[in-house]
Each structure stands twice: as C-alpha cells, then as structure tokens.
C-alpha cells in the first residue's frame, strides 16, 4: 500500500509536479499494481542471483579514440534557452 | 575537560588523462570554448548509449595497484539518479557495490575502495544584465561533463589536518608518477572531499562527521581541515553536537558555511546500468597494468638512500612530494657525480620547498638551481645571497650566475674592499670595538652587521668575525 | 509491367527491382503515395521525397517505416510524448543508418506509445492509431503505427521496438508478422529508451521471409551500443523449415486461463497444421512464467524512471518554467510533458528502486528473471521451440481497458517472459476470430532467429492468411 506522503515523496523525488487530486488517485493505482506484482515476495529466492541481463553477461570495451563532437551550433540546436554559448537554466538556488 | 582526537578520512577525484570521455569519443580540453565538445552521449540526448573507454579501465587498474588495492575480476557500473542541472542524463553513471578496487594501503592510510565515474558538466552561475528585475541565470558547458575520475576513498585513518596534507601531497606524486592524471588542484584535475569527526582520545567508536567540500589547494585543504576542527572541538567542549553535514570552506575568510541541505535526504536509486553490461577484468589487462607501473614513491625513497646517501627522512620528504624529488634528481643529475648530492637534497627540502606551493608552475628549473649550487659550493656567492637569488629566479627566471654578474652578488672576500668594509665598521662604532678588544664576544654582532649591511650580504659572516678580531687585536 | 507493386512482398520486390522489372523511381513515388492515404493517424511524418541510400544495397530501394522513437536527423522523432513534441534529433539511430545503407531509405516515421509504454496506442500524445480491420478498435502498442501501416499497405514494411510485446502483439493485432530477436544482436544506439535491458528492435513486415530479410540488415555488433553483440550466426534468407520431427513445445502457463475462445481455437489449429507438417506437439513446463508479468512491472518501470531523467527541459523537448528555479522547472515540465501511462510508471519504478524497497521489488524482480532464463534454458533442452499465442485477445475497442492499468498489462502476458529472457520470438497471423486477426508466436533460444524465422514461415505457408481486408484502398 502506497499512501499519500509516499506519492509526494517519490513525485519528488522524479521531478513530477502534481496535483492533489492526482496524488489520491495515483496511490490507488500504484497500491493496486503493487498488489499484483507482490506475487513475486511468496517465491523462494534463496540463492538465486539477479540477472541484469539475460544474453552476454560481460561486456567490451571501446579504444580511447576521439570522434567528431557536434558543432556548437548544433549541440544548442533544439535547447529551449540558450546564451549563444551555453544551456541556460533556471536558478538552481531559488524556488521550491 | 576531556581530550578529543580528530579522525579524517578522504575522497579524492582524479580526473583521469585519457584522451577521450568515459563513455563517448569528445575529447575535453581545458579551457576550449564552452559546449564544443559534446555529442549525443555525453549531451545524455536520446537515445544515445554510454560505451566504455577502455583506458580508464586501464588507468583505473594501475591506480588499484599502486595503493595496493585487490582488483575485481567483474566490476559493475551503477547509476545514480539525481536531478541538477550539470548532469544531463539525470543520473551519474558511477559504480557502487562492486568497484573496480578495493581495499589497499599507502604510507599508513588504508585506502577503503577506488572506482571509476564520470565527471559532471560545468554550471556557471551568472546574474545576467538584460533580464527581468535582477533574476538571474545559469549556463551549462557540456565540455568537461563525462570526463573520467578516479574516485580514491580512505579509511578514517588519518589524525590531523598536517598529516592530510601530507598524505595527499604522497597521493598526488603517487598518482603523477602513473601517468595516469594531471593532477593539477588549480585546474581541477585533482579534487579533494574530507570526512571529519572528534572522538575522545581512547574511544574507538566514531563521532558524527561533516563533509568539507572544496579544498582547491594544498594549503586549503590544511588550513579547511584545521578550521573544522577547532569548530567541532569548541562545540563540543561547549556542550553542543555535531550535526550530520556538508559544509564549503571559503579560503578568503577562512569561514565554513554549510551548503543548503536538500530538504529530502538524499535517495539515489542506485541499480545497475542497463545501457552496460559488467567488465570484465582479465589477467592480460592486469598484467598490461603491471607491466607500465613506474617506481613508487617508497622505492623511490629507498633508491635515493642508498645511491645519494641521504637520511631516511629526508629521502621520503623528496619522494613523497613528486615535485621535489624530480627536481631534485634533475639538479643532481646536471651537478654530475661527483657532486654533493646531499647538498641539492637539503636546498630542494628546504629553500625550494618553502618557496614554491605544490603543483604550481611558478618554480625553479634544474638547470638554474644546479647552477646556484655549483656558485655556493664553489664559494662565489654566499648563502644569503644564494637565498636572495633563488627568489629571484623563481619569480622571474634567468641564470643564477647571469644575476650575480649584473647585480654584482659575488662574496666579498680575502681581498681589500672586505678589509676596507671592516675598517669602515670599527670606525663608525669605536666603542663597541673597544669592548671586542677587550674580549667581549658579545659586541661583535654590531660590528659584523655593519660589514654586511655595507657589503649587501655578500660577505662571509665567519671571516668577517676572524678579520675583525684579527685586525682589533693587532691594536 | 502492369502488376500493382505495392501488392508484392518486398522479397518479391527486391527481385523485381534486381531484375530491372520496377524502377526506383517508380517504387518510391508508388509508396509515397500510398503513405499519403494514411487515415489511421499511423504515420507521424511522411518524407517529401525518398533519399536514395546505399543505391545497390540488398534491400533494392523498398523504403522503409521507422516507429517515431528512433532517433532520425533532422525529421521529427518524438517517442509519441508532447515532451519531445517536433523534436529533431541530430544523429541518426545505427539502425536506420544501417538500413538506409543496405537499401531500405526511410519513407516515414509511424506513431507508438507514448515512450513505448503502452498495449493499444492510445497514450499516444498525437491521438490513437486506429485498427485497419476495425477502426473502433486499437491496434495494439506500442509499435501499433508501424503495424497498421504495414496492414494497411501504407508502407512496404517497418521498424518496431518490443520491450514486453511492443512488436509482437501489435503484429497479432493487425494481422501481420513481427519479429523480437534476441536481445542485443540488433543495436539500441538512436532508439529513445523505454527499459534498457529490454527494449529491442525488428522488424514488422507482412511476410515471415521480408521480416528475415529485414532482420539479417539489422543485426550486427555495434561500437556504439556495449549491450550488442555480434551474432553467431549469419541470418540467411528464410526457408520454410521441414518441420518433420521439430519439436514444439506448449507452456500451459502461458495458453490456459485467460485465454479468449477465438484465439484459443486458432490456436489449437495451427497446432494441428504443425503436426500435420511432421512436428511434435508437447505440454513443455515454465514454472515461472507465471510471474513474469510482475517481475517486468517492477524492472521496465524503474528502468525508465531513470532512463527519462534526462527529459528535463535543459538541452532538448519541452519547456515549462513557472519562475520557481529549476527543480520548480523540472516539475513543471515533466508533469505537463508526460502523459499520465508514462507518468504512473515513472512513478512506479522511482518506489521500486527507492530505498528501503530495492530489495524488496527490483532486487526480487532480477532473480525472478533469471528464474526464468533458467526455465527456458531447461526448455530448449527438450523442445526447439516454444508456441503459445502471442496475445490472449484479438484487438479490443478504443477506450474499453483505459482506465484500468492492470487489465491492460495483462494483455503482454504471453510476450512478456521472451523478453525478460531476451530470447527471440516471432508472431504471425493464424486466422481471424469474429473477423479480427489472430497472432501465434514462436520463441526460440538465444540466436535461432534462422530456426525461428524457418519455422514461421513453414506454417505460414499452410495458413495462408489473408490480409487484405486491411488494406486502404
């Protein structure tokens, strides 16, 4: 079961803003999925060791060898504000 | 009133010189142009998958065996998720429970784990004109985000800010001596986080601890530890408690502030990255590790007592510190072999050493120190003219011998002008003379001051005092 | 030569082109206009023109679908969210890029999902794909775009992405052939993630053997992606299998209960035609499978609350400041650039992974995966393939599971333990039920895509599905 503060707190912490009404009805929705998957608590697990992957478990490496960086131009392209030079953004200090 | 003890541990960041990012091919180079140096990975566009550089991996290993550290056969690379602005996927792709190394051991510090990571992006605070009523805004350069560190993370072992500063100046010359960084604190290459607490002298279990963060130099990082110190012991001794924190030590005014604590504790979801799959660690990497290890600072020390026949202690002092012990080998290599190598050593522990802050630039060359030496030993110049020359060229360069020729440095000796200065001396100061005549010791300084002050320094103290004494007895 | 060329397979095309039979020219401006009778809001861009790629490549010019969340430069690639509504990425996924260079350039982009995370298309931020066979209907998701305009016949074939069934049990239903192969032979590098350890692309074509040819121009280790691999085999071009002695095996924990009769009974006939062919047909246990479902509920949620982090409105996408500095920024921008399917499971997956109930739920939720790696790998001992339907339903009315989450994830129950073994699976279709399509999906150990892909195209032989009845005229 999920309560109201622990909808706050994970909104919170996952950058959602959200609404009162929206915090009742996701604490039903979460605690019903919850429920559900709470099957898996009656298996033994017992010496089981969890799979990250399912195919290749270890992995290679890439040469230290530079690529092409984007052009400036093109990195700030889609950004919603920029200086010409950087990414701009809010404040960090301020606010909430 | 009972005595505290303080126990510090430390968290180092290496930035690690490997020509490319952890996870993607931009090269970072300090001070380019802010965001030229990015592409859809390390800008976390979608879509774009972190891959990783294989020498990190690499220097990562030779750092693990350097400080003794048992190295992982598998090693898995976590995220951890937080929101701000500098980290553009919204979580760090850091490694948590298994680390590429762990345990080790360096000068008597245990060293807890070391694991590699990617750097975070540039925010540059600026309150910017043309905005609305004083708001102001912040950049992000992408440039330096996804650089690889090296995070080095020690025990509690250590018991005093001197000794921090000492243990990380040996880390510094130890991580220099691999290749593997720059290791420059005024550039960022090397980074340094402690771990403070106070317990009773004898106690075993630990007081809370607060966490200093940005110490970006040597000294700072001496003076950062102190000033936590002496805090935490007045609130204790006043009756108080630490509280669980992180605080920014600010150098000008030599005060700590505590950073504004985020109003949820921290929860980092950390969970193996998907986007990797776990390295693995085989014997050719580590041998390849092995195999490009230089001499350590401790064999660096023993080599320099036995071929240069210098003391235990001032063999370490030259190895621990990098800086010192390069200098020092250089000058006693261009000195030659039949120099007096312990004489270089004492000048690199002492005059240099006093002069030159740790990983500056602003130093002395070997080829001019060597030559300073040779003009001591060869008793052209005094000691305190040395003193004075060294100054000089470290401040401005040039050739020790250059500067004793144009500024006329050379001792005065022997010859009429040191006779005619002594003369001078007695003369302006016949009463003290009277009393060196006499016999009184005492009285010589006067004397011998006014011989120096007139011959700026140049003179040897010692014979001065003889032809003083020679000459008034002869009276 | 008369012959309407949109009605060929692309392997009949690719060999028309190759004999000279069909100009490019004419293929493109052929399929152009069939995208342009897109009345099932399935494509979300349609190119001016089709850019030549790789002009001799083995895919002969047939242009190409690509699902909205590979990232494609310079042409809009939103992953169905208003968060990266108009988005122009400036790569281009590996895959394409591989394609448009094997000879299959892209014609349009096709609407999923919003971030994949859906069994209708209807958390679509550009509105619901609608089901050629019934437009009150969906087409399944999140790869539903792709597969209605392959159904409808308004692209010759497409690109999908599965991370529990998003290209299997949209294929189901729409009648048409989708491909999840295994886990890391085709590269993930440019696809806008959803789950990391399961998202997967492939193809979705109207024939077993388009969907092998598409498949072996997608595979292939990638620098890019360190989860790919290079695949052990070299993917040949699809022949039917002689099914004479291969042994199909059936989970009954993933072919009893829940079941719709329809879809049953096609089922048990395509069973019938297999043995008809010379296989075997046996009960083949998965234990586990049965908590398959919940172990993916816990794992693709918490992957993709950390894969959209970086949705934040700094670098890219959507936007919305209220002036309360920048986690007020955040907030406000994830809230109104989300949608709520996607919001639910950013939700679910920061719980899972918060602490004090990481072990308890992602930590759980791994062993059960490899539980279930383990009964397949126990499978395959005795079986070359496992059978079950790919979907317990055939296409269900827009808006009927919307507003229970969980009677809509029950829908992926067949596909999803596949996934989470990252073994390759294939569904085609078996029939219809009252009308609607029917898929059958055959999954295969890690790599069998050339055993798989044989199979399927041996019962599609016997089944000669029809799929015309979807196709606009």
């Known amino acids: 079961m999920i309560d109201r503060s622990e909808v706050l707190h994970i909104a919170k912490l996952a950058r959602l803003s959200i609404s009162d009404e929206e915090v009742d009805v996701l604490a039903a929705e979460l605690s019903g999925i919850l429920d559900h998957v709470e099957m898996i608590s009656k298996l033994d697990l017992a010496g089981v060791e969890p799979s990250a992957h399912s195919v290749a478990q270890t992995g290679w490496l890439r040469p230290d060898v530079p690529h092409e960086s984007l052009s400036r131009e093109k990195a700030l392209d889609q950004a919603p504000a920029t200086n010409g030079e950087g990414f701009e953004v809010p404040p960090p200090g301020s606010g909430s | 009133m009972i005595e505290l003890e303080p126990v510090i541990g430390l968290e180092i960041h290496v930035q690690l010189a490997t020509r490319t990012k952890m996870f993607c091919g931009c090269e970072p180079v300090f001070g380019e142009d802010p965001n030229t140096r990015t592409c859809p990975v390390c800008l976390g566009l979608p879509g774009a998958l972190p891959v990783i550089n294989e020498r990190a991996v690499d220097f990562g290993l030779r750092l693990g065996l350097a400080l003794g550290c048992e190295l992982a056969d598998r090693s898995i690379f976590h995220r951890k998720n937080y929101f701000y602005a500098d980290l553009p996927k919204g979580y760090q792709i850091s490694q948590f429970d298994e680390p590429l190394c762990s345990g080790g051991f360096l000068d008597g510090v245990r060293i807890h784990r070391v694991h590699l990571e990617e750097d975070a992006a540039k925010l540059v605070h600026s309150s910017a004109s043309g905005r609305i009523q004083g708001a102001d805004s912040s950049v992000v350069d992408f440039n330096r985000g996804g650089t690889p560190l090296a995070e080095i993370v020690t025990e509690p072992d250590i018991g005093s800010a001197a000794q921090a500063r000492e243990w990380l100046s040996l880390l510094r010359t130890t991580v220099k001596s691999l290749g593997i960084s720059d290791v420059s604190m005024e550039e960022g290459s090397l980074r340094c986080d402690a771990n403070i607490s106070l317990r009773p002298v004898g106690e075993t279990t630990l007081g809370t601890k607060t966490e200093l963060k940005n110490m970006n130099s040597f000294r700072f990082v001496e003076k950062g530890i102190e000033a936590e110190i002496e805090r935490q012991r007045e609130l204790i001794q006043s009756g108080g408690t630490v509280v669980q924190e992180t605080l920014h030590f600010d150098p000008r005014s030599g005060s700590l502030t505590a950073l504004r604590s985020k109003e949820e504790a921290h929860d980092y979801r950390y969970f193996p990255e998907p986007d990797l799959l776990p390295v693995a660690v085989g014997p050719e990497m580590i041998k390849a590790a092995q195999d490009s290890l230089p001499e350590l600072p401790a064999a660096r020390a023993s080599r320099y007592e036995d071929d240069f026949g210098l003391t235990a202690e001032l063999a370490q002092r030259l190895a621990f510190n990098g800086d010192l012990g390069d200098l020092f080998e250089a000058t006693a290599a261009i000195r030659g072999a039949g120099s007096d190598a312990k004489l270089v050593a004492t000048w690199v522990n002492g005059e240099v050493s006093s002069r030159v802050e740790e990983g500056s630039d602003q130093t002395v060359e070997p080829e001019a120190l060597a030559e300073l030496l040779g003009l001591l030993e060869d008793d052209k110049i005094t000691t305190a003219a040395a003193r004075g020359i060294l100054d000089t060229v470290i401040e401005q360069g040039g050739s020790p011998a250059a500067l004793v020729e144009s500024q006329g440095l050379e001792k005065v000796g022997g010859g009429d002008e040191l006779s005619a200065a002594v003369d001078a001396a007695i003369a302006s100061d016949p009463e003290a003379a009277a009393k060196v005549a006499a016999g009184e010791q005492k009285a010589l300084g006067p004397l011998v001051g006014l011989v120096m002050k007139a011959t700026q320094g140049r003179a040897d103290g010692g014979e001065v005092r003889a032809l003083i004494i020679s000459k008034l007895a002869g009276s | ?473």
């Open chain 3, 1 to 473: 030569m008369s012959t309407d060329i949109t009605k060929l397979s692309v392997t009949e095309t690719v060999a028309a082109v190759a004999a000279g039979d069909i100009s490019k020219a004419n293929l493109h401006a052929t399929w152009l206009d069939r995208a342009r009778l897109d009345d099932l809001n399935a494509l979300s861009w349609v190119a001016d023109r089709v850019k030549l790629g790789g002009e001799d490549g083995p895919l002969g010019g047939v242009p190409l679908g690509v699902k909205d969340l590979f990232c494609t430069e310079g042409v809009p690639s939103q992953s169905g969210s208003k968060i990266l509504e108009g988005y122009l990425p400036p790569y281009t996924a590996t895959v394409v890029e591989a394609l448009t260079e094997a000879g299959a350039p892209l014609i349009a982009k096709t609407h999923q999902d919003e971030f994949a995370m859906g069994s209708s298309n209807e958390n679509c931020a550009f509105g619901p794909v609608l089901n050629p066979w019934d437009r009150g209907r969906v087409p399944g998701g999140s790869s539903g775009g792709s597969a209605a305009a392959v159904a409808a016949g308004l692209v010759p074939w497409a690109l999908g992405t599965d991370t529990g069934g998003s290209i299997r049990q949209p294929a189901a239903l729409c009648g048409v052939v989708g491909l999840k192969p295994t886990y890391g032979s085709v590269s993930r590098y440019g696809m806008i993630a959803f789950a990391s350890s399961l998202d997967q692309a492939g193809p979705i074509t109207r024939t077993v053997a388009d969907a092998g040819l598409l498949y072996s121009q997608m595979t292939g280790k990638d620098p890019r992606d360190a989860t790919s691999v290079e695949h052990p085999d070299s993917v040949e071009p699809v022949v039917p299998m002689d099914l004479t002695g291969v042994r199909l095996g059936v989970p009954e924990e993933l072919t009893g209960e829940g079941v719709e009769p329809g879809v049953r009974e096609a089922f048990e006939a395509t069973l019938d035609l297999a043995r008809s062919l010379g296989a075997t047909v046996a009960p083949c246990p998965l234990p586990h499978a049965p908590h398959a479902l919940s172990a993916y509920y816990l794992i693709a949620p918490a992957e993709c609350s950390s894969n959209l982090a970086r949705l934040d409105g700094v670098r890219f996408g959507l936007r919305v400041d209220p002036d309360e500095g920048l986690d007020g920024m955040y907030g406000a921008t994830r809230a109104a650039g989300f949608g709520r399917e996607v919001r639910r499971r950013i939700m679910l997956g920061t719980y899972a992974l918060s602490s004090g109930y990481y072990d308890a739920y992602y930590g759980r939720a791994q062993r059960v995966r490899t539980l279930i790696s383990q009964d397949f790998d126990t499978a395959f001992e005795d079986f070359d393939a496992i059978v079950t339907p790919t979907s317990p339903s055939v296409a269900f009315e827009l808006g009927s599971k919307t507003a229970d989450p969980l009677s809509m994830y029950l829908s992926d129950f067949c596909t999803v333990p596949m996934s989470l073994a990252g073994i390759p699976a294939i569904s085609i279709p078996n029939g219809l039920s009252d009308g609607l399509p029917v898929g059958f999906q055959i999954a295969g150990p890690a790599f069998s895509e050339n055993r798989i892909l044989g199979i399927a195209a041996a019962l599609e032989d016997g089944l000669k599905f029809d799929g015309s009845p979807a196709w606009i005229a």
